[in-house]
């Protein structure tokens, strides 16, 4: 008969317990630095950052005009969870990303910004499971958009201004140095190297000044209105590295000549127009658009014909010999293709909320209509931030109509000034022709910016309620005093040598 088993000495079992434990420390220790820790864990990491940054921007479209919160919430979750996938493995990750599912609740918050502390750790809605099993949320285009644009271009190459420069552009002969004379009123410190056409000259992009600049990108696009993300890397990186030079030594001369009462501070250059998509990669802070305007027709028949001289080829390549008989349409092409390019990017670039600019449309002839121009000098006030108060600005715009100046040193008074608007009647007459084709040349600018037919802009986004400019009231000497220089300074401008790029 065979013995019963004895039973083992306490030993024995001390001996399994020790070879169990070993057994299954060995295994959580190895399978830990081999399946999770070796080189492919990096791209699950850098995976889920991405899952995450959309799932983000599909949770924050329902707050479209929030972009700071995007921004903020953006940050903190990519900056939560690169911390825990430093330091967790995979499984500790979606464990994270399942408990996290009070986000929206987060965002739709009245105060959601009070919650900022918390974003991080509530970084996730149960789609992001999802996610990661294949059902990528899509990225917007607007977000792509932004995205490539701001990947261009490395932080070392931008210039960071503190702030938003105002930059001040137009085809050549809209006004421009009136705008300046305006804008010095309320306050920009404007960096001007030529008293006479209170331009910057753009030395600083090569020893041709701004055509250097302008023509590249001119080569490429054809207009003002392109994408800079779909242009040639040799250009963008020559282009930054000229326009970096540039903007800064403007900032450093406005720096210098900073004083307590211009701390926004600005630059004109007609030309700078054609360069408005660069401007918004260059300046990662923003800037301030101000488009000066003047009816294309007047300007065909302009005395001062350079850009169509400089540029009309390098951006119609086919079209000089077209207009042989009728020289004046080449200026209104140039006139519509640039500034229509202008206004077309702006909006599409604000509809978007792609873009940290700012851009205001200034007509000339609203400047010397006594109605108009207080509530045009109102709006630029608020635009810039002006210093002076709503009643000062609106007195500016009340001031005398021949402060704004004129490339034409022997018109005198009020009547003169007015002699350079509408003139193109009388340069037409009865030139059935002429008149049809720049009419039909120019005809989407002359609708858009309110020439064809007549009518008032509409200001109402600077310009709050009851802010408006009350015509009835009389404004001081003081507050006249802040309006126009004296004829004699007006007339030293005229004298000046000749305009130029």
Same mark, same amino acid.
């Given at each position: ?198 331009? #910057? ?74 360069? #408005? ?178 009518? #008032? ?25 802040? #309006? ?18």
């Amino acid at each position: 008969m065979r013995n019963k088993a004895q039973p083992r000495s306490p030993g024995v079992w001390i001996g399994i317990g020790c070879l169990l434990v070993l057994s299954i420390y060995t295994y959580s220790h190895y399978h830990t630095r081999f399946s999770f820790h070796q080189p492919n864990d990096q791209h699950l990491k850098q995976e889920v950052l991405q899952l995450v940054q959309q799932q983000m921007r599909k949770e924050l479209r329902d707050r479209p005009n929030d972009q700071h919160l995007k921004q903020e919430v953006l940050q903190a979750v990519q900056q939560h969870m690169r911390k825990e996938l430093h330091d967790e493995v995979a499984q500790q990750v979606q464990h994270e990303l399942a408990k996290l599912s009070h986000f929206k609740h987060y965002v739709n918050d009245s105060s959601p910004v009070q919650e900022k502390q918390n974003l991080a750790e509530r970084a996730a809605s149960p789609l992001l499971v999802e996610s990661l099993q294949g059902e990528e949320a899509p990225e917007t285009r607007g977000e792509q958009h932004e995205r490539e644009k701001r990947a261009l271009l490395k932080p070392h190459e931008t210039v960071q201004t503190g702030g938003k420069p105002v930059i001040v552009g137009g085809s050549d002969g809209s006004g421009t140095r009136a705008v300046v004379l305006l804008l010095q009123r309320l306050g920009v410190n404007m960096v001007i190297e030529d008293r006479g056409t209170l331009d #910057v000259h753009g030395e600083q992009l090569g020893m041709g000044g701004w055509p250097d600049a302008v023509n590249p990108v001119l080569h490429e696009t054809h207009g003002t209105d392109y994408d800079v993300t779909s242009l040639s890397s040799n250009l963008i990186r020559e282009e930054s590295r000229r326009l970096k030079r540039f903007l800064s030594t403007m900032q450093d001369r406005a720096k210098r000549q900073r004083t307590p009462q211009h701390s926004t501070w600005g630059f004109k250059a007609p030309i700078s127009m054609s360069l #408005v998509p660069f401007w918004d990669i260059m300046l990662p802070t923003g800037f301030k658009f101000v488009h000066v305007l003047r009816d294309g027709r007047d300007l065909a028949f302009s005395r001062n014909q350079s850009p169509v001289q400089k540029f009309y080829n390098v951006t119609f390549t086919d079209s000089w010999a077209r207009w042989k008989h009728l020289p004046p349409v080449r200026a209104m092409e140039v006139w519509e293709k640039w500034n229509a390019g202008v206004l077309s990017w702006a909006h599409r670039a604000l509809d978007g909320n792609a873009t940290l600019v700012e851009y205001i449309v200034v007509r000339s002839e609203d400047l010397i209509d006594p109605e108009r121009a207080p509530p045009v000098v109102r709006a630029l006030a608020q635009f810039v931030n002006s210093p002076l108060s709503a009643g000062q600005a609106c007195c500016i715009g009340r001031g005398p109509a021949e402060f704004l100046g004129s490339h034409q040193g022997n018109l005198k008074g009020t009547g003169g000034v007015h002699q350079r608007y509408g003139k193109w009647m009388r340069e037409v007459g009865d030139n059935s022709e002429l008149n049809s084709t720049l009419h039909s040349v120019g005809k989407h600018a002359l609708e858009a910016f309110g020439y064809l037919p007549d009518k #008032v802009l509409d200001y109402s986004e600077f310009l709050g309620k009851g802010e408006a400019c009350d015509i009835s009231d009389q404004c001081s000497n003081e507050a006249r005093s802040h #309006v126009a220089p004296s004829r004699r300074g007006i007339m030293m401008h005229h004298r000046a040598r000749p305009h130029r790029f």
